[in-house]
């Protein structure tokens, strides 16, 4: 049911990871694997949307993806996660990943992405989710912003599909 009755606060579906970058987690450099990080990523906004709706969740898209900076072997990776707008059956959620030198604790922005995921009902199709309360204004900031990318993904969704049209 969506509706007053069902809405949420934003802050609830607040997530905060920790993981260590292990010798399995890196290339031939010494560096993170991109996939390993996206899949840290993918479990993050996972957790934030079924703090959200309740309900299983799956990956539908992830948008803008841009490694800032490099991740080491022995760093620690702090991911921050959140429902940023939540739509009937899908949200955005927004994660940040933040790259920690253990030794020195200087700290990197190393990548931020948005995820789509969409809520399943318990026959496995698209379920209704909660609305999303934005109290605060990096909330309300960070929902104006994810209406504004749903706008142009449905954009862009569109043109594919004229110019897949015979």
Not at 19 to 36: C, F, K, M, S
Not at 105 to 115: D, Y
Not at 127 to 155: C, H, I, K
């Amino acid at each position: 049911m969506r509706g007053a009755d069902s809405a949420k606060p934003a802050r609830r579906s607040r997530v905060e990871m920790t993981e260590i970058v292990l010798p399995e987690d890196t290339n031939q450099y010494g560096h993170a694997w991109g996939g390993r990080v996206m899949a840290l990523i993918d479990k993050a906004a996972a957790i934030a949307a079924v703090r959200h709706s309740r309900t299983n969740v799956v990956t539908a898209s992830l948008d803008s993806l841009t490694f800032r900076a490099p991740v080491k072997l022995g760093h620690i990776l702090k991911l921050y996660a959140a429902v940023n707008a939540a739509f009937h059956s899908s949200m955005e959620v927004g994660v940040k990943v933040v790259s920690e030198d253990p030794l020195t604790a200087r700290q990197a922005h190393c990548c931020s992405a948005f995820v789509t995921m969409v809520a399943l009902g318990g026959d496995g199709r698209p379920t209704a989710v909660p609305r999303l309360l934005a109290g605060r204004s990096e909330e309300r900031r960070r929902q104006r912003d994810a209406m504004r990318r749903r706008r142009a993904r449905l954009a862009q969704r569109e043109r594919r599909r004229r110019r897949a049209r015979p």
